[in-house]
């Protein structure tokens, strides 16, 4: 099946840096892409949608320029987590659909923990 | 708005026990249903769907009943083993899986030998 890959699998920052995510489909185009957010024992909250080559789509109450998102390639997109606070910590998904946008394939996630 | 309330974990059972995780929901409109597996360590994966109601959706035993009237997605298996240790998630979208999917908290199963 379809495999996407996140790159780290967890991180360590300090409050005020920023964190780059990254989420590749390893073997597909991916068309679309979404970033999810999971806190401890809740449900994954999609944050934005994003196609390549277009800005992202960010749902409401997510800050864009908080979390900034480039889908520059079809196979690629980053999530970037500028001046991190604590409460920026939490588990970060993202999934990829290809272009019959039938099935989304979901990434391992990042868990990101910012000091 | 639209949501997904499924029953809290963890849930744990012995091999070849029956195995129910309760899922419903709420939605405007005709929602597609579906049903995600975690494994540890890795990402999420469809496990079945449905897109209609009284489709059922089934894959590796378990099954899922659209039910309309009782806005219900019900996951079942009818024996488990202790590879379906796992974190199950009910999930809706108001178009294809391709769409923006709204989640329930998921519920951990554990097996036990």
């Known amino acids: 099946g379809a495999v996407v890959s996140q790159h780290p699998s967890w991180v360590i920052c300090k409050s005020g840096t920023s964190v780059k995510i990254e989420c590749r489909s390893l073997?597909?185009?991916?068309?679309?892409m979404f970033w999810y957010r999971q806190f401890p024992k809740q449900s994954l909250m999609l944050m934005a949608t994003s196609n390549e080559g277009s800005k992202a789509t960010y749902e409401q109450g997510v800050e864009k320029d908080k979390f900034l998102i480039n889908h520059a390639s079809l196979t690629l997109s980053t999530l970037t987590v500028t001046s991190a606070h604590p409460e920026d910590s939490s588990f970060y998904i993202c999934s990829a659909s290809g272009a019959g946008g039938e099935t989304q394939y979901f990434g391992p996630g990042t868990r990101l923990l910012v000091l | 708005g639209d949501s997904v309330t499924q029953m809290e974990g963890p849930v744990t059972l012995s091999e070849e026990a029956f195995l129910t995780i309760n899922c419903t929901y709420t939605a405007t409109g005709y929602p597609s249903l579906f049903w995600y597996v975690q494994y540890p360590g890795e990402g999420l994966q469809l496990l079945l769907k449905?897109?209609?109601?009284?489709d059922k959706g089934s894959n590796k035993g378990f099954e899922a009943t659209y039910r309309k009237e009782t806005t219900s997605f019900h996951l079942e298996k009818g024996s488990v083993q202790v590879s379906d240790s796992a974190v199950y998630f009910c999930a809706l979208s108001l178009g294809s899986s391709a769409s923006k999917i709204i989640f329930g908290s998921g519920t951990r199963l554990s097996i036990r030998p």
């Open positions: 073997d597909f185009q991916a068309t679309t």
């Open positions: 449905a897109t209609k109601a009284d």
